[in-house]
């Protein structure tokens, strides 16, 4: 059992930056890829970037240059900053972890948090 947690969010002015976290926490064994997706009203949902445990990233065309994705395995956190932020990133954020859990050793799955509105004023 895996609970991800997200905080960030809110709102704010095109042009602003906004940070986002998600911090893991359950019968963690390990912790492989984690990453952000976010579905906007009526769209479907996107991956928005992600990091391997080795630190390869990913991500979106439309976010490259303006977000950065980072983790920190020993708090089982993933962060985003998100900077010079236009409308149209407006959206519902949501984190994702591929896990190893203890109770069940070998098997992965993915997690996911319940994600956090931001919103973008133009």
């Known amino acids: 059992q895996v609970q991800l947690v997200e905080s960030g969010g809110g709102l704010v002015q095109a042009g602003g930056s906004l940070r986002l976290s998600c911090a893991a926490s359950?019968?963690?064994?390990?912790?492989?890829?984690m990453g952000w997706y976010r579905q906007a009203p009526g769209k479907q949902r996107e991956l928005v970037a992600a990091?391997?445990?080795?630190?390869?990233?990913n991500y979106a065309d439309s976010v490259k240059g303006r977000f950065t994705i980072s983790r920190d395995n020993a708090k089982n956190t993933v962060y985003l900053q998100m900077s010079s932020l236009k409308p149209e990133d407006t959206a519902v954020y949501y984190c994702t972890m591929t896990v190893q859990t203890i109770t069940i050793p070998k098997t992965t799955y993915p997690y996911w948090g319940q994600g956090t509105q931001v919103t973008v004023s133009s």
């Open positions: 990091v391997t445990r080795g630190g390869t990233t």
């Open positions: 359950g019968s963690i064994f390990s912790i492989n890829t």
